[in-house]
């Protein structure tokens, strides 16, 4: 049985095929370009305000100038002032009296004389902190916070109640770079 809306499709299935077909075409004619008429009275679509394609292969191609070889901040490059600051804050002298003697794996020694003898002292920087110790303290460790700012290249460490019985800040910078 042929129905008069597509010559091929017979019975119920065929027709509702038939339908669906239809639909499928008007939805894309619906889709096809408008008339050229239509289309110059559209409004155009913007342009760059410096020309077309062509004008961009005619830019020249500026650079950003390179950043200026700044020295980076090395912080073990003052630690070992800080160790001997600290020292001197926990045992109540002058930063002068304690001698860098060198450093090994983060340790800073140091010499001085500490109750009327020649004494080695160290100082392990970690993260953060600071383990002071000595032989001449026997299993005693004193442990100083610091903390360090990249934008000045210093670093100040806070010493709590020591030997001096009185709380003092100490404090390194590395110099500018040039």
């Known amino acids: 049985m042929r129905d008069g ?17 239809a639909a499928a075409l008007l939805a894309t004619a619906s889709l096809a370009p408008s008339s050229a008429l239509a289309q110059d009275q559209a409004t155009p679509p913007p342009q760059p305000p410096f020309g077309g394609p062509e004008a961009v292969k005619d830019l020249p191609i500026r650079l950003p100038a390179p950043a200026p070889d700044e020295e980076r901040f090395d912080l073990s490059s003052i630690m070992d002032c800080l160790c001997q600051k600290a020292l001197a804050a926990v045992t109540c002298k002058d ?24 004494t080695d002292f160290y100082c392990h920087a970690l993260e953060g902190r600071l ?36 709380p003092q800040s100490v404090r390194c910078c590395a110099p500018a770079p040039r």
């Open 95 to 118: 930063p002068d009296s304690y001698n860098f003697v060198r450093e090994v794996n983060s340790v800073y020694l140091f010499n001085s004389y500490y109750a009327a003898n020649p």
């Open 131 to 166: 383990v002071l110790s000595s032989e001449a303290w026997g299993s005693m460790r004193v442990t100083v916070p610091y903390t360090v700012d990249a934008k000045t290249r210093c670093a100040s460490a806070s010493v709590g109640r020591s030997l001096c019985d009185k």
């Open 5 to 21: 809306f597509s010559g091929r499709f017979s019975g119920l299935p065929g027709l509702f095929l038939g339908i669906l077909l």
